[in-house]
């Protein structure tokens, strides 16, 4: 929700805070990995230290802005930087969650664990809700918690101190995000059915 809500509004400001990387081409797809690298960094010290881990998180999301600023911004955009990006972002979401995961593992708390465990189970789902349902629907958006805002909360839990709370935040919102996802699914392929229904007993009618 929150990207498709910024989404291109923040390439100007990459552009005036970041100028050098748009004098000459640059492989977004090599950003996309640069980022990864440090968001997989930011996992492991995770398991240590929560705040550092998050710090780092933050440097390497700042990547995954850039990234597409830059390859908008040379028209570089690629069905295969979209699938890199995509996969990536889903490699950073479980080992950041797994990072924080043992951290509380490490500290004995397993009630905390079996937390960041359903924080980890509900943000597959919604990652997979999300293509899986764009296999039948050319374009699948809707949910109040998409990446961008989870692992925001994230971060911002380690940087703050309340990690907890924020955890409570991702699960639940992420778990109504689930349900929102099953029911716009529905809607969508119900709705394509009986496209298809029509147009198999009026093969002469125009559907928009």
């Known amino acids: 929700m929150l990207k498709a809500k910024i989404g291109k509004r923040v390439d100007p400001a990459v552009r005036k805070v970041l100028p050098f990387l748009f004098k000459r081409p640059i492989d977004p797809n090599l950003l996309t990995v640069i980022g990864t690298v440090i968001c997989m960094a930011s996992a492991v010290l995770f398991a240590f230290d929560l705040r550092l881990g998050a710090c780092v998180l933050v440097l390497g999301g700042i990547f995954d802005l850039i990234d597409g600023a830059v390859a908008r911004h040379h028209g570089s955009e690629s069905d295969f930087g979209a699938f890199l990006d995509s996969t990536l972002d889903r490699l950073v979401d479980m080992g950041v969650l797994m990072g924080v995961l043992m951290f509380y593992a490490r500290a004995g708390e397993p009630w905390l664990v079996l ?18 349902a764009e296999r039948f629907v050319e374009r699948f958006e ?61 093969p002469s009618t125009s559907v928009p």
């Open 115 to 132: 937390l960041v465990g359903w924080v980890l189970v509900a943000s597959v789902m919604v990652s997979y809700s999300k293509a899986r």
């Open 142 to 202: 809707g949910g109040m918690m998409e990446r961008a805002e989870r692992m925001g909360l994230v971060a911002l839990g380690g940087l703050l101190g309340f990690m907890q709370p924020m955890l409570w935040i991702v699960a639940i919102g992420s778990t109504i995000t689930v349900v929102q996802r099953f029911g716009l699914a529905y809607r969508a392929m119900t709705a394509l059915e009986g496209t298809r229904e029509t147009v198999a007993k009026h």
